[in-house]
């Protein structure tokens, strides 16, 4: 399972900062991708980006900024076999496919 982390450029971090929104990039395949974020993580948003195979999916996570927690996902197409233990989350269009991102829960 491939494993993404954040990286801060630019932000700046202070004990005031409790919640941030940070960007995330994962491959468009139907394989789980482990992201590392803070606690309590609340998916805020999702968009496509690229094209043919090298087309990828951005994410924007919510957490909490100082501790740390986990958080899968998978990307299938319509028509695709969603394996049990995935929750639907975001439909993401990229004309002509339509694919759709679900949190791996189990």
């Known amino acids: 399972m491939t494993e993404i982390r954040v ?3 630019g932000v700046r971090i202070d ?3 409790e919640r941030v929104v940070f960007k995330y990039v994962i491959p468009l395949d139907d ?7 803070g606690t309590h993580p609340k998916l805020v948003g999702a968009k496509c980006r690229g094209s043919g195979p090298t087309s990828e999916v951005v994410l924007w996570i919510e957490h ?10 998978a990307v299938h197409g319509t028509g695709h076999l969603i394996p049990p233990g ?3 989350c975001f439909t993401l269009f990229q004309d002509p496919f339509v694919w759709h991102l679900y949190e ?3």
């Open 7 to 9: 990286t801060t450029r």
């Open 15 to 17: 004990a005031t900062n």
């Open 31 to 37: 394989r789980p991708t482990r992201v590392v974020t």
């Open 64 to 73: 909490d900024l100082h501790t740390a927690d986990l958080m899968s996902f």
């Open 86 to 88: 995935q929750r639907h």
């Open 104 to 106: 791996v829960v189990e």
